[in-house]
C-alpha cells in the first residue's frame, strides 16, 4: 500500500489548517496595531512629521499590542470541561482538515478520531464564536482558493468539525487529528502544532506536523526564540519511507535523522514547556543518572517530536502527573515522525506504543524518546529514577 494519495492529501489539510492558525493569531495582532495607532493619533501627537507620527505610533502600538493581545486572545479561548483551553483556531482547523480530507479522497470512507467536537459550539451562548470560526474557515479557503464553495454555514462548520467521529482504531483507516497540540503554547505565541496521523488496521502509516513557529534552522542549543530564524516546519513521514522536512511556505522537502550522538554527556533533551504536563523534577534526576550536561529544552507540543527528527535534540521525556491519560492525537503523528527518521518511541517500561486500542494510549509511566544506540541506557536510567521517587513518596 503506498499511501501516496491519503499523504499529498494530509500534507494539503494540514498546512492550511496551519495558514488558519496564523491568520488567527496575525488578526488578533493587527487589530490592536490599529487600535493603538489610531490612539495615538487621536491623542494629538499627529502634528510632527509624518514619518515621525507613524514610527512612534508603531512602537506605542507594538507596546499596547504586547499587553493587549493576551487579553483579546482570552475572549477567544474558552475552556472545556476538563479545564484545558480550546480557541476558535482550534474548532476552526478541525473543520478545515476534516473538509479538505473529505474533498482529496471522496471514494474513502472517512473516519476521524479527533480532540475536539460540536458539543459547546451548539449551545445558544456560543452562537458568536460559532461564527467567528465559520469565518476564519471561509476566509482560510478563499485566500487559498483551490475549492470552488460558496461560503461554508455554520451548519457546515458544525458538521465537518463532527465529520466520521470515531473513538475505534483496531481495525481498518481511521485518521488521527489533534488540530492545535499545545494550546497553551499557541496561546502564549510560542510552539504548536497541527499533528495528522493515519492508522490502518491499529498501525501507524503516515504522520503529518504541521509547527508554523517552529525555526527552519535547529534549536538545539536552546535558541527557539531567536529572531533570525525563518520559522514554520512541516514534517511528514510515511511507513517505511522515511522522514521529511520543507518549509510551510511549500519549498523543497529534505531528509532528516534523528541525531547519532551516543555519549549522554553531548546529548541534550526535551521536555513540556508546562511544569502541569510532565514531572520536570523526574527528567532532571533521570538526566543527571545518565550524564546528560545540558540543561533541558523546554517547548510546547509535538513540535518536540519534530526537532527531535531532524537531531536539535536527542532525548524526550515525558511523565505526565498521576491520573493523566495521553491520547492518540497527542502522540501518533509524531511517533512516525521520530522513527521514520531513525528513532525509538516507547513508554517508560520500553513497550512500543499501541494505537490500535481507542482514543487513549495506555503506557507505563511515560513516554520516552531517543535513537536506537542510547535507549538501553535511557531505559536503565528511567527505571532506576522511577523506583527512587515512587519510594521516596
Ligand atoms: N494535564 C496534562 N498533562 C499532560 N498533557 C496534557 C495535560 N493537559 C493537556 N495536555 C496535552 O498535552 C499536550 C501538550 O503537551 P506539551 O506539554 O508537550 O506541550 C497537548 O496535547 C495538551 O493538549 P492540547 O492538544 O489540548 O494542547
Ligand atoms: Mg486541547
Ligand atoms: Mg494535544
Ligand atoms: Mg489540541
Given at each position: ?116 467536537d460540536s458539543?459547546d ?5 456560543a ?96 535558541n ?104 492518540i492525537?497527542?502522540?501518533a503523528?509524531?511517533?512516525?515522525v ?5 528513532g525509538?518511541?516507547?513508554d ?46
Amino acid at each position: 500500500m503506498s499511501y501516496d494519495k491519503e499523504l499529498a492529501a494530509a500534507k494539503k489539510a494540514a498546512t492550511l489548517a496551519a495558514s488558519l492558525c496564523q491568520a488567527f493569531l496575525f488578526l488578533s495582532f493587527s487589530t490592536f496595531s490599529l487600535m493603538g495607532i489610531c490612539s495615538f493619533m487621536h491623542l494629538g501627537c499627529y502634528k510632527g512629521s509624518i514619518l515621525e507620527t507613524y514610527m512612534i505610533s508603531y512602537i506605542y502600538a507594538w507596546f499596547l499590542d504586547m499587553k493587549v493581545q493576551k487579553e483579546l486572545l482570552k475572549s477567544d479561548v474558552h475552556s472545556k470541561s476538563d479545564k484545558s483551553p480550546v480557541t476558535v483556531a482550534d474548532y476552526g482547523s478541525q473543520a478545515l482538515v476534516s473538509f479538505v480530507l473529505e474533498r482529496e479522497l471522496p471514494t474513502e470512507s472517512f473516519s476521524l478520531v479527533a480532540e475536539e467536537d460540536s458539543g459547546d459550539l451548539r449551545k445558544d451562548d456560543a452562537q458568536e464564536t460559532l461564527q467567528r470560526i465559520t469565518a476564519l474557515v471561509n476566509d482560510t479557503l478563499a485566500s487559498d482558493g483551490s475549492y470552488t464553495v460558496s461560503s461554508l454555514t455554520t451548519e457546515d462548520v458544525l458538521r465537518a468539525i463532527d465529520s466520521g467521529k470515531s473513538e475505534d482504531g483496531s481495525s481498518g483507516r481511521h485518521w488521527v487529528l489533534d488540530p492545535i497540540d499545545g494550546t497553551k503554547g499557541f496561546v502564549r505565541g510560542d510552539q504548536y502544532a497541527i499533528a495528522l496521523a493515519l492508522l490502518d488496521d491499529g498501525k501507524v502509516v503516515l504522520g503529518i506536523l504541521a509547527c508554523p513557529n517552529l525555526p527552519l534552522a535547529s534549536i538545539g542549543s536552546g535558541n527557539q526564540h531567536s529572531s533570525h530564524n525563518e520559522v514554520g516546519c512541516l514534517f511528514f513521514a510515511k511507513v517505511g519511507s522515511g522522514t521529511y522536512m520543507q518549509p510551510l511556505d511549500g519549498s523543497s522537502p529534505v531528509k532528516v535523522h534523528v541525531s547519532a550522538i551516543q555519549n549522554p554527556e553531548e546529548a541534550s533533551f526535551f521536555e513540556s514547556f508546562e511544569a502541569a504536563h510532565s514531572q520536570h523534577d523526574l527528567s532532571s534526576t533521570i538526566a543527571k543518572k545518565l550524564g546528560v550536561k545540558a540543561p533541558p529544552v523546554r517547548i510546547d507540543s509535538q513540535a518536540k517530536y519534530g526537532a527531535l527528527s531532524r537531531g536539535d535534540g536527542v532525548i524526550y521525556l515525558r511523565f505526565p502527573h498521576k491520573g493523566y491519560r495521553e491520547k492518540i492525537w497527542d502522540h501518533a503523528a509524531g511517533s512516525i515522525v521520530v522513527t521514520e527518521a531513525g528513532g525509538v518511541v516507547s513508554d517508560a517500561g520500553g513497550k512500543p506504543l499501541d494505537f490500535s486500542k481507542g482514543k487513549y494510549l495506555d503506557v507505563d509511566t511515560g513516554i520516552i524518546v531517543t535513537n536506537k544506540k542510547l535507549m538501553p541506557s535511557l531505559l536503565k536510567a528511567v527505571k532506576e529514577s522511577v523506583e527512587e521517587k515512587a519510594s521516596s513518596l
